[in-house]
């Protein structure tokens, strides 16, 4: 068995001045897990980095561009049978302002923004809602001792 980062994980937030919101995607019917909520995932493209497919898949799925952009100290893993590999996926959170147009991709029929608690409720993946609850406690925490690690845009 192997061991492989074939896609990533990508939450965009927006920060206002009461609260911290989560961007979540439905997926469209005629994709892998239709009508499931998520963040945006995608696959490494060869010749990338992890962080620069999650930058190329947020503008792809969203059109939008984070202002900040972190890797979060989180990967999920899972076992991808049709190809006998255990995954892992890196986590990165990009910021972007309050007023950003999202446009969503073919890949999806719907968005919204939402609070942890919501985001929490919707995700289907363990993994999925752990990195909320990470990046949630990252944002909010008032003695904050988990530092993200920030990547350039």
Not at 28 to 33: G, H
Not at 66 to 95: H, T
Not at 109 to 137: C, F, T
Request: charged share 25%; net charge negative.
């Amino acid at each position: 068995m192997e061991v492989k980062s074939p896609i990533i994980e990508s939450h965009i937030l927006r920060k206002s001045f009461s609260s911290l919101e989560f961007l979540l995607l439905k997926r469209s019917e005629n994709e892998k897990y239709p009508g499931v909520w998520q963040m945006v995932t995608g696959s490494i493209s060869e010749g990338e980095t992890g962080y620069q497919s999650a930058l190329r898949e947020i503008k792809e799925e969203t059109g939008l561009v984070p202002r900040k952009f972190w890797a979060v100290p989180n990967v999920n893993l899972f076992y991808w049978p049709e190809e006998d590999q255990m995954c892992v996926v890196p986590v990165f959170a990009g910021l972007v302002n309050e007023d950003e147009e999202v446009v969503i991709s073919g890949e999806h029929s719907e968005y919204k923004w939402v609070k942890k608690d919501e985001a929490i409720r919707l995700l289907a993946w363990p993994g999925q809602r752990k990195s909320v609850e990470i990046i949630n406690d990252y944002f909010t925490a008032d003695q904050n001792f988990l530092k993200f690690v920030e990547i350039q845009v």
